[in-house]
Every structure is written in C-alpha cells, then in structure tokens.
C-alpha cells in the first residue's frame, strides 16, 4: 500500500459541517432512548445541587461519549464536531458535564445505579442480550483496583492488584462489579459499587450478592442462577445471601487448615483425571496446564460463626506440580500435588461443577474492556462523581453489548473496542431531504455494512422485543 500523490500535494482541512466521525452512535443512541434512558434519568435522578439539572440529556450524552471512546471528562468533546448537532440535540460541553457529575451526592449514585438495572431490563426486552436465560445463567462478582495518582482523589487508598501476574499494592479507588452471563451469552454487567482504595473486596459482599440476583431476575432470568465468586469473596455472609436470594453459590476456597484436613482425607481412588479440551494458564507454576484430577466431598464451612455454618460441596481440583530440577536429573520420588478448591451447592455434577466455576474468569474480559474504554481513569476529585461515572460507565457496556447482538452474531460477543472500531467509529455525511428527513451517507464498500444495517435497522424500524 502506498500513496498515490506526491506529499506536497496532499493537503489538510477541518471545514466541512456535514461530516461525523461516529455515525455509529445514531442506532445505539436510538436504542438507549427506546430503553428510556433519558426519561428514567429525569424521574430517578433527582440531584439537588445547581448543576445536577437536566438530567435527562446530561446522562444519556456522557454515556454516549463513553460508547464513542471518552475515557475522561475532556474527551467527551468528541460529540461536538460537525453535523453532530444536527443529529442530537441537548449536547452539553465537557465542563458542563464535568460539573453535573460533581453535583452528586451518595444518595444521587444509588439513584443513577436504579435507572442502569431499569435500562439493562429494557434492553434485554428489546435485543437478545442473553440467550438461553430460561435454563441457566451465571452471576460473577469481582472487584478491580484502578490506579489513580491525584493527591486529592476523595477515597483513595492503597489494595492489592494483579499486574501482569504479580500482586501488588497500588492507590486507587476499589471497583466492585457484579455481571450477568449464560453458556451462550456474553456478560452484561447487572451492579457495580465504588468503594475507597484500602476496603477489603468482601465488604458489602452479601447485599451487593442479593443486589445482583433481583437485577438478575428483573432482567427475565428464570432459569437456574449460580453465583460465583474467588477467594476474597469466601465468606458465610456473601454464600448465605447468595443462597436466600435464590440463587446457587460456587466460590473459591481459602487454604485454611480445616479445609487442607478435608483434603487429605480424600482417598486416591475418588480423583478423576479429566483432560482440559483447551489448555488454561496456572499462575503460580508460571505454565499451561491440560490435564488434572477433581474429587468431591461435604464439607461444613464456617461452622466457628454462630448460626453461619453452611455445609454444601468441597469440589477439589489437583494439578502435578512441576519438577523444577528435572533438567539437572534429580527424578522425584513421588508426586506433588497443587490443590484448588471450590466451595459450592451447585446442583450440576461433578465436573460439570469444576467447569462452571473455571469459566468464573469471564468477569476478567468485561474489566480488561472496561480499562481500555472508560474506565481507563476515575477522572473526578469527587468520590460520588467518580461512583457516578463507574454507574454510566456500566450503561455504557450494556448499550454496546445490545448493539453487538442486534448487528449480528459474532458480534454478540466481540470487545468493546472491536464494537467501536467496525460499528460507531465510522464516519458518514448527512444530506437533508424533505420536510425534517435526512439520510447518513457511509463510506462505500465499508467491510463491515451488513452488519451495520442489521443495527440500524433494528435500533431505529418498529419497535420489536427479543425472544
């Protein structure tokens, strides 16, 4: 590939009023307003402050400039340029907006988090954002410090994190997020809660569970719910509630003694040696692993807290640990074992169960879009307007989702930078015609087409509901 005309005879100009760079926000805008967004916002969202007015433009235009790649206050400039007002309308500048995300209070978050689990509901009406929800649907709770360095960021404290496999402690504030998903469906997030830096990832744990169950029910899940958790989440108030919620718990265990005594009290002949169809990445041996062995016994957890016993499944998986001095031929003696051990009152079978609690990492995909989408800052000083943000970044995420199903399957289940890059950074230029009509003009031959008409046409044609 190479240009066709000589350098300096190639010029540049930003003139022309009747171009937009993301014509792709016009289909999913218009699926945001058929889910109400705007008028949920001006009914939940009643913030008190002088700048907290007009919520039913404010909200839907930062979440619009969040699909269209803002990670900060200033980038949502991005929905002023050329013809965009002639597309939308109540488009505010990014230190109007600044200023109305500084006007919340706790309370006010509480209230944008309703208006999120109204618009997920709504939309899973309208695209079919999880299939199969009528047999099985997995709920995954996690939490992600994000890193932020101003000195005067409301809330942030030092946490642990994971950085490219080592543990460490970074400041920032703490996430907390709570997804939806099915075998056959990608995650939708269903809750999500900002707490400070130094708070530990069990807390709140139980009524954030409960939280996401209801979302989840409200969302027309029938089927079977099973939530899962890792290990910062082993807990009895957090199992419990999970269980009084209706739901199923699978959740990581800590390696305390009573559970280690309860492994070594497994015979050798109930290990399964199963084999992984597709290898999975083992942190602490630092290798690929394909093949291990699972066995299950009861097991009595939290029996040392007054009426917080809960006895359910000790599923165990063990993988052989790797002979570091076999290159210097010192053969072992006999066989290591690592163990991994799932607490769980899934009604699935064995490795059915084992399966299931391993695909918990799906959470992992929606926090790794989220931190190169919007959530790659907390931009505010304020805690309530960063927890404000965290809230819009969630509609955000599901707004996509449902684009991406209704544009065609594979998108069902691309990124959010995939979704970005082929369905809303196109450009398009606008042409009037008519009494008020006016028609988007798309680059010619663009690879993506089919699958753009599919969205538009679903997002903006007579109003259907998903199967």
Not at 131 to 136: I, S, W
Not at 440 to 448: D, I, K, S, V
């Amino acid at each position: 590939m190479r240009l066709l005309h000589g350098l300096a005879k190639i010029q540049a100009t930003f003139d022309d009023p009747n171009l937009v760079s993301r014509a792709g926000l016009v289909p999913v805008m218009a699926l945001a307003q058929r889910a109400g967004l705007g008028d949920l916002a001006a009914e939940h969202a009643r913030i008190g402050r002088r700048c907290g007015v007009n919520a039913q433009v404010k909200v839907p235009g930062i979440v619009a400039g969040m699909i269209g790649g803002a990670d900060s206050i200033d980038d949502l400039d991005l929905l002023r340029h050329g013809a965009m007002p002639a597309l939308f309308g109540g488009v505010r500048a990014p230190s109007t907006l600044g200023s109305f995300l500084r006007s919340f209070t706790w309370g006010n978050v509480l209230q944008l988090g309703k208006v999120s689990r109204v618009v997920l509901g709504e939309l899973a009406r309208r695209a079919p954002l999880l299939p199969g929800k009528d047999v099985l649907v997995f709920i995954d709770i996690d939490s992600q410090q994000r890193r932020v360095y101003g000195h005067k960021k409301q809330g942030a404290g030092f946490g642990h994190t994971k950085i490219q496999g080592k543990s460490l402690l970074v400041r920032g504030l703490n996430a907390l997020v709570a997804t939806i998903s099915t075998p056959l469906g990608a995650p939708v997030i269903a809750a999500t809660r900002l707490r400070g830096g130094s708070a530990a990832s069990s807390r709140g744990a139980a009524s954030f569970a409960t939280e996401a169950v209801h979302t989840a029910r409200a969302t027309g899940c029938t089927g079977r719910l099973v939530v899962r958790m890792d290990s910062s989440f082993y807990s009895a108030a957090a199992c419990g509630a999970a269980r009084r919620a209706g739901a199923f718990f699978s959740v990581t265990v800590q390696m305390n003694p009573h559970v280690q005594a309860a492994i070594a009290a497994i015979g050798e002949d109930a290990w399964v040696p199963i084999k992984y169809p597709r290898a999975i990445w083992d942190d602490q041996l630092r290798r690929w692993v394909s093949d291990a062995e699972v066995a299950e016994v009861p097991y009595t957890a939290f029996a040392s807290k007054k009426g917080g016993a809960i006895t359910a499944r000790l599923i165990t998986r063990r993988v052989k640990d790797l002979n570091r001095h076999a290159e210097q031929g010192q053969d072992e003696l006999f066989t290591l074992w690592r163990y991994h051990a799932v607490f769980t009152d899934s009604p699935f079978v064995m490795l059915q169960a084992e399966a299931h609690h391993r695909d918990h990492a799906i959470v992992e995909q929606v926090l790794a879009d989220w931190a190169s989408g919007p959530l790659a800052h907390l931009p505010s000083g304020s805690f309530p307007a960063n927890a404000a943000w965290l809230t819009l970044a969630a509609i955000a995420h599901n707004l996509l989702r449902a684009a991406g199903t209704l544009a065609s399957l594979t998108y069902a289940k691309a990124r959010g930078a995939t979704l970005r890059r082929d369905l809303i950074d196109v450009a398009a230029r606008t042409a009037r015609h008519g009494r008020g009509h006016i028609t988007l003009h798309l680059p010619e031959g663009w690879h993506r087409e089919q699958e753009w008409m599919n969205l538009f046409e679903a997002a903006t044609g007579p109003p259907t509901h998903a199967t």
